[in-house]
């Protein structure tokens, strides 16, 4: 019995990481699997627009920053490995010379700084505050960093004047902001459900910690209880 409760902590770590794992693949395939949807082109150079950047967002709102992080640049090193999963099902190093590789290459950045901001939002807010909290973070890291790659990107590769990439990309401004909106509505459902989702790696709930203490925290906590001092959770 000692032995099953030492081994307790390692397992629930292995198990953690084993979710993570799964959590990351699973969004690399949402974000491939969305990347099928028919692209629309706009614009001089022809980027086109897509449900990417939902995608993007909700990794990083619902992730977190690193799993986030990971979860796009899986998906962005699989393409550029050859795997036609990027819109109009391409894929190749040969992305990067198109107008659109500023895009790409923001993701994983978009989704990081989304992601700090969702896992400093989610231990404040709730309900209506945290969906306003949330967009306005996804969209911020929009503005930040998914657009002035990509207008970087139009320009170099599209043979743009910056100020002409400027005005090409705000046509997606828009749609950029619908998809954002939606990003924080289905995140805020998601962490309702699953409020855990977004917790520090390592961290053991406090029945966890009990259970291993051994015979001498249950004691603890029975004299609190009789005190008045245990009938608060956390």
């Known amino acids: 019995m000692?032995?099953?409760?030492?081994?307790?902590p390692t397992s629930a770590m292995r198990s953690s990481r084993a979710a993570d794992v799964a959590l990351i693949a699973v969004f690399a395939a949402l974000l491939a699997a969305l990347a099928m949807m028919p692209p629309i082109p706009v614009g001089?150079?022809?980027?086109?627009?897509t449900l990417q950047t939902f995608g993007v967002a909700l990794c990083g709102l619902v992730l977190g920053p690193w799993r986030g992080a990971?979860?796009?640049?899986l998906y962005v090193s699989l393409g550029l490995l050859g795997l036609p999963?990027?819109?109009?099902?391409?894929?190749?190093?040969?992305?990067?010379?198109?107008?659109?590789?500023g895009y790409i290459l923001s993701f994983t950045l978009y989704a990081l700084a989304a992601g700090f901001v969702a896992r400093w939002a989610i231990r404040r807010f709730r309900g209506r505050k945290l969906g306003v909290a949330l967009f306005a973070g996804s969209l911020g890291a929009s503005i930040l960093l998914n657009h002035?790659?990509?207008?970087?990107?139009?320009s170099i590769n599209g043979g743009l004047p910056l100020g002409g990439a400027?005005?090409?990309?705000?046509?997606?401004w828009p749609g950029d902001i619908l998809k954002n909106i939606l990003a924080a509505s289905v995140a805020v459902i998601i962490h309702r459900g699953f409020p855990d989702i977004?917790?520090?790696?390592?961290?053991?709930?406090?029945m966890s910690t009990a259970s291993v203490a051994g015979p001498?925290?249950?004691?603890?906590s029975t004299t609190a209880s009789t005190n008045g001092e245990g009938g608060q959770g956390q």
């Open 85 to 101: 999963i990027f819109s109009g099902m391409r894929g190749g190093i040969g992305v990067l010379a198109g107008p659109s590789a």
């Open 70 to 73: 990971a979860a796009t640049l």
């Open 216 to 220: 001498a925290a249950g004691t603890a």
């Open 44 to 49: 001089p150079v022809g980027v086109p627009i």
């Open 2 to 8: 000692t032995h099953a409760l030492t081994d307790t």
């Open 148 to 154: 002035p790659l990509g207008i970087l990107g139009m």
């Open 198 to 206: 977004l917790r520090r790696r390592g961290a053991r709930p406090l």
């Open 166 to 172: 400027f005005i090409a990309d705000l046509a997606y």
